[in-house]
C-alpha cells in the first residue's frame, strides 16, 4: 500500500475541509441546540458531488475510489457529524448498494438522483425488536404476484424524514428465516408509508432520524433488489461497505476534537505557562495523536483492501472497532484538556464527544465488530 496521497485525492481531501470550514462551521452549534437538519448544506454536498463520490460517472456519480471518500469523510465529520452521516449513508449504502446489486433499470430511474443529491437515500434494517439480530425481522414483504404488500416498523433510520428512496428490508418466507428476507425499493409517498417522530438524540442530534411505519403498502416486484431471498445477504454485504464509511466518520469526530484541544492547549494559561508546556497536557496529547494515527491507518487499509477488491470484511471492521472506540476515548480527553470550558457548547469539544458515542453503536456495535472479526479470524 502506497501512503503517498496523489494529486486528486489530496485535491478532494482540501475541498472537504474549504466547505466544513466555510458551509458546515457556521451555524452548527445552533443545528445541534434545534436538532435542525442541515438541508441547505446536504444540498450543496450533492452539487459538489459529496453525495455520489465512489459512484460510476455514467450514473452521474464521481467514479473516486475509497480511499478519496473516507479522505472527505474525516474532514466532513471534523465540523459536523451531522452531515457526514447522511453523506455516509447515502455513498456507503444506498449509492453503492444500488450500483452493486440493482437492475440497470433501478440504476437508472434511482441512483441516477441519488448520486447528485437531487434524491437522498436512506437504508432501513433496524427495528425495535431487531437491532443487532438483523435475522428477527418483523417487517414483512408478503408476495402478492407483481407487488409485495408491506407492513411493519424501521427505528432508527437515517434521512428518515429528508429521504425519497427507502432501501427497505423485510421478510418474504418467514420459516426460511434469513434466507427469505427481500431488500425492496420503497418510494417516499407511497401510500401507506408514514414517517413518524424524529429522535431526541444525545449526539448527532442535526441528523433527521425517525422511525418509519408501512400499512399494506404496495411495493412493485421490480423494486426488488436481486433475487428472491437475496435481502440479508444484500443488507450485511452493504453494511461491510458502510463500515468504513463509519470508521471514517469516528476518525473525523476525533481528528477535529483533537486539533481544538491542541489549538486551545496553545492559548490558555495555567499556573504560568501555556497548558501545552505542562507534561501533563503533552502526554495527552501524545496518546491522542498515536491513537487517531493507528486509526487512520486501519480505516486507509480497509478502504485500499476494498478498491483493490480483495476481502475487506475484517480490515473494516477492525477499523470501526478501533476508530469509533478512540473517537471517545479522544474527545473525552479533549474535554478534560479544555477543563470547565470543555463542558460548554461554544468550544464544540462537548458536542463531539456527544457525537463519538454513536459510532459505536450504529452500523454494528462494538460487540457485532468483535463477532465479525472473531468469525474471520476463526475461519
Not at 19 to 32: S, Y
Not at 104 to 132: N, V
Request: proline share 2%; charged share 25%.
Amino acid at each position: 500500500m502506497n501512503f503517498e496521497l496523489t494529486e486528486e485525492q489530496l485535491t478532494v481531501q482540501k475541498a472537504a475541509r474549504d466547505f466544513a470550514q466555510t458551509e458546515l462551521l457556521p451555524g452548527v452549534i445552533e443545528r445541534d441546540t434545534e436538532q435542525k437538519f442541515p438541508a441547505e448544506q446536504i444540498k450543496k454536498m450533492g452539487e459538489l458531488g459529496f453525495l455520489g463520490m465512489m459512484t460510476d460517472p455514467k450514473y452521474n456519480g464521481g467514479g473516486m475510489d475509497t480511499i478519496s471518500y473516507v479522505l472527505a469523510m474525516e474532514e466532513i465529520s471534523k465540523i459536523d457529524a451531522s452531515a457526514s452521516v447522511c453523506m455516509s449513508v447515502n455513498n456507503s449504502l444506498v449509492c453503492w448498494g444500488l450500483e452493486r446489486f440493482g437492475t440497470e433499470e433501478q440504476k437508472e430511474k434511482y441512483l441516477k438522483k441519488l448520486a447528485t443529491g437531487e434524491s437522498i437515500g436512506a437504508f432501513c434494517l433496524s427495528e425495535p425488536e431487531a437491532g443487532s439480530d438483523a435475522t428477527s425481522q418483523r417487517t414483512t414483504a408478503e408476495d402478492k404476484g407483481d407487488y409485495y404488500l408491506l407492513n411493519g416498523t424501521k427505528n432508527w433510520i437515517t434521512n428518515g424524514k429528508s429521504a425519497s428512496v427507502y432501501l427497505v428490508i423485510a421478510q418474504t418466507h418467514p420459516e426460511k428465516r434469513h434466507k427469505g428476507i427481500n431488500a425492496l425499493i420503497v418510494e417516499r409517498g407511497m401510500p401507506g408509508f408514514v414517517v413518524g417522530k424524529k429522535e431526541d438524540k444525545m449526539g448527532i442530534r442535526g441528523s433527521d432520524t425517525h422511525s418509519l411505519m408501512f400499512t399494506d403498502v404496495k411495493v412493485p416486484k421490480a423494486n426488488r433488489i436481486g433475487e428472491d431471498g437475496f435481502g440479508f445477504t444484500f443488507a450485511m454485504t452493504t453494511l461491510n461497505g458502510g463500515r468504513i464509511g463509519i470508521a471514517s466518520q469516528a476518525l473525523g469526530i476525533a481528528s477535529g476534537a483533537y486539533e481544538l484541544a491542541v489549538k486551545y492547549a496553545k492559548e490558555r494559561k495555567a499556573f504560568g505557562k501555556h497548558l501545552s508546556e505542562h507534561q501533563a497536557i503533552q502526554f495527552k496529547l501524545a496518546d491522542m495523536a498515536t491513537k487517531i494515527n493507528a486509526a487512520r491507518l486501519l480505516v486507509w487499509q480497509a478502504a485500499h483492501l476494498k478498491d483493490q477488491k480483495k476481502d475487506f470484511v475484517k480490515a473494516a471492521a477492525m477499523a470501526k472497532l478501533f476508530a469509533s472506540q478512540i473517537a471517545q476515548e479522544v474527545t473525552t480527553e479533549a474535554v478534560q484538556i479544555h477543563g470547565g470550558y470543555g463542558y460548554v457548547k461554544e468550544f464544540h469539544v462537548e458536542r463531539l464527544m456527544r457525537d463519538a458515542k454513536i459510532t459505536q453503536i450504529y452500523e454494528g456495535t462494538t460487540e457485532i465488530q468483535k463477532m465479525v472479526i472473531s468469525r474471520e479470524l476463526l475461519k
